[in-house]
Every structure is written in C-alpha cells, then in structure tokens.
C-alpha cells in the first residue's frame, strides 16, 4: 500500500468519526485546537497529520486515537516493508 492510500484511508476514517460526532470541519478544529483548513486538507487525504495531530483530532471527537487509524498490518516483503 502507498502512503497516498495510507493518507486516503485515514482521511476517510476521520470524516466518518466527524460526521457521526455531528461536528462540522469548523468544529472539529476548534475542539482540536487546530486549523479548519489543516483539517480539511488532511480529510481530503492531501497531508498526513502527525502523531501529536492524530492525538488532537481524537481529543477533539473525544474518542480513541486508534479509533481513527484504519486497519492495516505491516508484512515485510524480503528487506522493504510495506502496508497491506
């Protein structure tokens, strides 16, 4: 998997847990202390958040961190890994 599909899979996740909280983008970065633009790029999959962001976003919908990271396993592929 490529980091773009890492990306797109989280921006999916955090829309989903946005949009059940009832929370606009506007909301969700004030609650995160964060910007509405920051966010909006990161649910449109155009950045990746880093760890204390992902941290923030949860605080924010007031839910787990690992909720909002997709599901995913590293398997190693001989000396590269990769996300499957």
């Known amino acids: 998997m490529q980091d773009r599909d890492v990306a797109a899979q989280f921006a999916a996740t955090l829309r989903e847990a946005r ?3 009832g929370m606009s983008q506007e909301a969700l970065a004030a609650a995160a202390g964060l910007n509405r633009t920051a966010v909006g790029k990161v649910e449109r999959g155009e950045a990746q958040p880093k760890l204390a962001t992902v941290l923030r976003l949860a605080g924010g919908l007031g839910c787990d961190p690992c ?18």
């Open 19 to 21: 949009e059940r909280a």
């Open 67 to 84: 909720d909002l990271l997709p599901e995913m396993r590293w398997k190693r592929a001989s000396e590269a890994g990769r996300w499957e």
